[in-house]
């Protein structure tokens, strides 16, 4: 698998793993990229040994449904622009951000021009 995108938990109980260090440690061996979203707490990815953190952003959660799947979508939209890992982390930390704003898991994406504005509000943080 060349990106793996599960969040803290999963990845703790598909390594059989007691901690999220172990688990990552584990994964590392069989993926090439790895990425752990984290909630609240941001996300952080692991590529041949380097770690780069992302702290994510506080907003209003209204509910969490589609935050990761909106998380992965923004990840892999700037991992195939080619940006860095930095920015990869940043743009999937605002597009699960702005999914937990609305119910329903795209509730808060209804309108392109309003959510294209949300993103680059929460990147100019």
């Known amino acids: 698998t060349d990106i793996f995108l599960p969040n803290d938990d999963e990845a703790i109980q598909i390594a059989h793993a007691r901690t999220l260090n172990d688990a990552i440690e584990d994964l ?18 692991s590529v041949e040994g380097e770690i780069v953190f992302d702290e994510g952003f506080q907003v209003n959660a209204i509910e969490t449904t589609g935050a990761g799947d909106s998380f992965n979508a923004g990840f892999i939209h700037s991992y195939l622009k080619g940006a860095s890992w930095e920015k990869c982390l940043r743009l999937g930390n605002a597009c699960g951000a702005i999914a937990v704003t609305a119910v329903g898991g795209t509730g808060a994406y209804q309108d392109k021009a309003q959510v294209n504005e949300q993103i680059q509000s929460l990147l100019e943080q």
């Open 28 to 45: 590392n061996k069989i993926v090439k990229i790895l990425v752990v979203k984290r909630g609240s707490e941001g996300a952080m990815l």
